[in-house]
């Protein structure tokens, strides 16, 4: 069974600009999880959806948004990016709707310049 | 709300050498408990899960943890320590209201001596 993978796996841009990270969980996951990695803040949940519906969110502001399609990909978008938004942008998912095993993608590493 | 501690940011250990990493975790009530490993540039590897039942539980690679109520703890062990478990660890914990939001350590960076 194929794993969960994350395009694309590095991106560039400038500040100010918009972003969007796509996810495609593994087949039969309807939760998908985003985190954002960065070495000073570490591992730090963003959202979660679950059939097409945002279940959790993190402390994270409004440019941050996300959504799930009917077939479970995901997206998340950053707009107006800054800096400090540089990071490591892993996805998850899990068949559950609760805290069960989930599994990572690869991640996409956001560089913003 | 949920926290989780990992006291030591490095840690080396010899080839061959057993291995503990501490996990400290702070919730209320019965905590779901997951230890990941991340190799340079990858994404998380879930290594062993604990949601109820015995204490000791075992996951891949040869690693088992124990899950301790009485100090909060759940503290990952290797008894022999491979090259190849050079990586970062990551304990985490769920909790039954929180979906699958995962709250994560700072993670501790193994580095294993030849």
């Known amino acids: 069974k194929a794993g969960v993978t994350q395009t694309p796996r590095y991106l560039i841009k400038t500040r100010g600009q918009q972003v969007t990270l796509s996810c495609s969980p593994i087949?039969?996951?309807?939760?998908v999880s985003w985190y954002q990695q960065t070495p000073g803040q570490g591992l730090q949940f963003l959202f979660e959806?679950?059939?097409?519906?945002?279940?959790n969110k993190g402390n994270f502001p409004g440019r941050f948004s996300g959504r799930q399609f009917s077939n479970s990909r995901s997206e998340m978008n950053v707009s107006t990016l800054e800096l400090g938004d540089s990071a490591l942008y892993l996805c998850?998912?899990?068949?559950?709707?609760?805290?069960?095993?989930?599994?990572f993608g690869p991640g996409t590493r956001l560089t913003v310049t | 709300a949920q926290s989780v501690t990992q006291p030591d940011i490095h840690i080396t250990v010899s080839e061959g050498a057993s291995l503990e990493l501490r996990c400290n975790y702070s919730y209320g009530a019965t905590p779901y408990l997951f230890w990941y490993v991340q190799s340079p540039g990858q994404g998380l590897q879930l290594l062993l899960k604990y949601f109820s039942g015995d204490t000791l539980v075992q996951g891949i690679k040869g690693f088992e943890a124990e899950f301790k109520r009485s100090q909060s703890s759940f503290n990952l062990r290797k008894p022999s320590v491979h090259w190849s478990d050079a990586a970062e660890y990551f304990c985490a914990v769920g909790a039954d209201n929180a979906g699958n939001m995962l709250t994560f350590g700072g993670g501790t960076r193994l580095m294993v001596k030849p």
């Open positions: 959806y679950f059939s097409e519906t945002q279940r």
């Open positions: 087949s039969g996951h309807r939760s």
């Open positions: 998850a998912s899990s068949t559950q709707a609760r805290s069960y095993e989930q599994y």
